[in-house]
Nanobody, 121 residues
Framework: QVQLVESGGGLVQPAGSLRLSCAAS????????MGWYRQAPGKQRELVAS???????NYADSMKGRFTISRDNTKNTVYLQMNSLGPTDTAVYYC???????????????WGQGTQVTVSS
């Protein structure tokens, strides 16, 4: 089985920064898609940013210019650098990966358990 473990969440003041990490472990042949999503109380989960194995990135409009996604394929880890945080960024942030465990098996979607980010003074 493959597991994703997020870290780096916490409490930050408005205009502050945080860096989230998500490390994949287990039986991994390859990871194509890795992404960050977030879910605020009472709202649907939404895409924050994603990155392919080749480094192609995609951002939600409200995150462009503030957030940067990156990954280290040698460590099966994806990062999210978040700058200029505001109260509306408060949410649980989830990591998602599309993982292949072998050439024969189709890829599967794996989610992390989530990490809380709270922006407040």
């Amino acid at each position: 089985q493959v597991q994703l473990v997020e870290s780096g969440g916490g409490l930050v003041q408005p205009a502050g920064s945080l860096r989230l990490s998500c490390a994949a472990s287990g039986r991994i042949f390859s990871i194509n898609f890795m992404g960050w999503y977030r879910q605020a109380p009472g709202k649907q989960r939404e895409l924050v940013a994603s990155i392919t194995r080749d480094g192609m990135t995609n951002y939600a409009d409200s995150m462009k210019g503030r957030f940067t996604i990156s990954r280290d394929n040698t460590k099966n880890t994806v990062y999210l650098q978040m700058n200029s945080l505001g109260p509306t960024d408060t949410a649980v942030y989830y990591c998602k990966a599309v993982v292949s465990t072998s050439l024969r098996n189709p890829p599967s979607v794996v989610w992390g358990q989530g990490t809380q980010v709270t922006v407040s003074s």
